[in-house]
């Protein structure tokens, strides 16, 4: 085997065959690297996941085509060198040698920890932009949100007028099994299906009267905990009509595979339209509600004289009747 | 050990792991509730199918959970069970005789009668062997008044309906001891409850929905929501529909 002696850092002598296998692979792995990447970027990355329904969305989808851009080199390196050495590294028939011993180098462990430190510095301030960028990137930020849509006030929530600054307002409540959404800008009705208009930024105030479920409507990019107790806050804009999805991402009991539903982004005068016939059509459901609030508390209902009488001063549930026998 | 030894021991153990599993995945299963094939008794586009709550089940090992139960429409009995067949593309005639006492809904949304035809349930209520005339209902407020005991929804279909409870405290704190309700009562005859029917039309092609109530009334669990509520047979079931 011939041996070149002029490596650097005072390391073993390199094998002139395996400084030629370096190059080949360099070489192999930047060209590979630069056709995937575009590929990724440009062909693949236009329809990852979520897709491009929301700014969330499409926020998330950005995301994800630049995290995909660049693992793309690290997957092409790892397969390509386990390749390689699969390929011509193995132990051939009748060779008893040993392997070259192996010895620390200063350059190529100098360069990994720089490159990996800047992969990571890069995709921590990166990822902390692309949190803050679009208002929180569609997740729950909790009661008291702090990035919010830029330009958005919430100076009513008992009106809203399309194209102002009043973000539109839409509670999102679970409970086992299904999600109902109750629009208090439009007289506190609740119903079980789910619109916004399209162009028009939107507050989801999440909760849940009974265990803790998970809003995700994954098309629009929006993903909030609804938590009882809690109102936790989650915000998008859309950019096209069209139907979107909504389901339960917190294992929630037998029948959580089930608790989906379809929403709807509607253009502004057909979301308008829709929210007055439906705010009419629930109407006598409407009065029943307990007054609009970011949260609701079963135990404390306004118990009628015949309840009174039963003894029935909460919602069903029982809430750990302590003399039950079968309390868990 | 020799090497047929070694692999019979091999397979031995992984098929007692397996067994295992199995026993221990069937036992938390436990048996599925009987099928009410409603669907060879459907006429001319519709079928009629009646459903029971009862305030406990002292027909299964459970005595102290809250159940509906199917008439068979074979014997005419009360079976224990939630899962029924429907065909497609008929109108299902609906009766649910609500023997339960009354609890305020978690929501009042759930209120509202929705899904079925003219959005509205006829109730009426039975009591001392008189039977009041039936009422077109479409909303209940159940925290103003003992006026619903559970629901039947069948949220992927927009069906859901307010059963309406006995209406008044006396009523409520004589309710049917032993289940199903139907010739188990005291000696005034029949315990008192509410009669509700309304209808729905099944979709055009098979499927399996599911049904559930929407009053957390599984005492005891956690807010409710454990035991009954969440085990087939109980507050919650199947509609098959047959193509």
New interface residues.
């Given amino acids: 085997m011939a041996v070149d002696t002029s490596s650097a850092g005072g390391a073993a002598p390199v094998p002139v065959r395996d400084r030629r296998d370096a190059l080949w692979l360099a070489g192999i792995w930047v060209v590979l690297s630069i056709v995937c990447c575009f590929l990724v970027a440009l062909v693949w990355g236009p329809h990852m996941p979520p897709g491009a329904q929301s700014t969330s969305a499409a926020s998330q989808q950005f995301d994800i085509r630049v995290l995909g851009t660049i693992a793309t080199p690290v997957i092409l390196g790892v397969f390509l060198y386990f390749g390689w050495a699969v390929t011509f590294w193995r132990k051939r028939p009748g060779d008893e040698t040993d392997a070259v011993p192996i010895h620390g180098n200063v350059r190529v462990q100098s360069t990994w920890i720089v490159v990996t430190s800047v992969i990571v510095l890069f995709l921590a301030a990166f990822g902390t932009y692309e949190l803050i960028q679009p208002a929180g990137a569609g997740g729950g930020e909790g009661p008291q949100p702090i990035w919010k849509p830029p330009g958005t006030t919430t100076s009513s929530i008992t009106s809203w007028t399309p194209g102002t600054s009043n973000i539109l307002q839409i509670q999102v409540?679970g409970?086992?099994?299904?999600w109902?959404y109750r629009y208090p800008q439009f007289g506190g009705f609740?119903?079980?299906q789910l619109a916004i208009p399209v162009g028009e930024p939107v507050q989801f105030n999440v909760t849940s009267?009974?265990?803790i479920h998970s809003f995700w409507a994954y098309t629009l990019g929006v993903k909030a905990d609804a938590n009882?107790g809690v109102n936790n806050v989650a915000y998008t804009t859309a950019y096209h009509t069209g139907d979107f999805q909504v389901r339960c991402d917190e294992l929630c009991?037998?029948?959580h595979g089930?608790m989906y539903d379809t929403g709807e982004v509607l253009s502004v005068p057909n979301f308008m339209a829709w929210t007055k016939a439906t705010a009419i059509k629930?109407a006598?459901?409407t009065k029943?509600?307990?007054p609009y609030a970011l949260t609701y508390d079963?135990t404390t209902?306004?118990?009628?004289p015949?309840?009174q009488?039963?003894g029935?001063t909460?919602?069903?549930?029982?809430?750990?009747?302590p003399a039950?026998?079968?309390?868990? | 050990m020799s090497l047929p030894a070694r692999v019979a021991t091999l397979v031995v153990a992984f098929l007692a792991v397996v067994a295992g599993v199995l026993w221990v995945v069937f036992d938390i299963i436990g048996p599925q509730p009987t099928l009410e094939n409603y669907a060879p008794y459907a006429k001319n586009g519709a079928v009629d199918i009646t459903l029971m709550t009862a305030p406990q089940t002292t027909v299964s090992n459970k005595p102290?959970w809250v159940s509906y139960f199917i008439k068979n429409p074979a014997t005419g009995q009360f079976d224990h069970t939630t899962y029924f067949a429907v065909p497609a593309n008929t109108k299902v005639n609906v009766t649910i005789l609500g023997y339960d006492?009354?609890?305020?809904?978690?929501?009042?949304?759930w209120?509202?009668v929705t899904g079925v035809v003219g959005d509205v349930e006829n109730v009426s209520y039975f009591n001392k062997g008189q039977t009041s005339s039936p009422q077109a209902v479409?909303?209940f407020?159940s925290?103003?008044?003992?006026s619903v005991q559970h629901t039947f929804?069948i949220?992927?279909l927009?069906i859901n309906v307010p059963v309406a409870s006995p209406?008044?405290?006396e009523e409520?704190?004589n309710l049917c001891t032993t289940s199903p309700c139907v010739g188990n009562d005291d000696d005034s005859g029949t315990a008192p409850h509410s009669v509700v029917t309304f209808s729905f039309t099944t979709p055009k092609t098979a499927g399996t929905f599911?049904w559930?109530c929407?009053?957390?009334?599984?005492?005891?669990?956690?807010?409710?929501?454990?035991?009954p509520?969440?085990?087939p047979g109980y507050m919650?079931g199947q509609m098959e529909v047959e193509a």
Avoid at chain 1, 314 to 321: D, K, L, R, T, V
Avoid at chain 2, 101 to 109: A, E, F, I, S, Y
Wanted: glycine share 16%; proline share 12%; aromatic share 8%.
């Fill in positions: 409540i409970q086992q099994w299904a109902t609740e119903t079980t009267l009974d265990v009882p009991g037998i029948w089930a629930m006598s459901v029943l509600l307990p079963p209902i306004p118990a009628g015949i309840n009488a039963l029935l909460s919602a069903g549930g029982g809430y750990y009747n039950d026998p079968e309390q868990p | 102290d006492g009354c609890t305020p809904l978690r929501n009042p949304v209120g509202r479409s909303t407020d925290w103003a008044n003992c929804a949220p992927n927009g209406p008044t405290v409520n704190n599911r559930q929407f009053i957390p009334c599984g005492g005891g669990y956690l807010d409710g929501n454990g035991g509520m969440g085990t919650m």
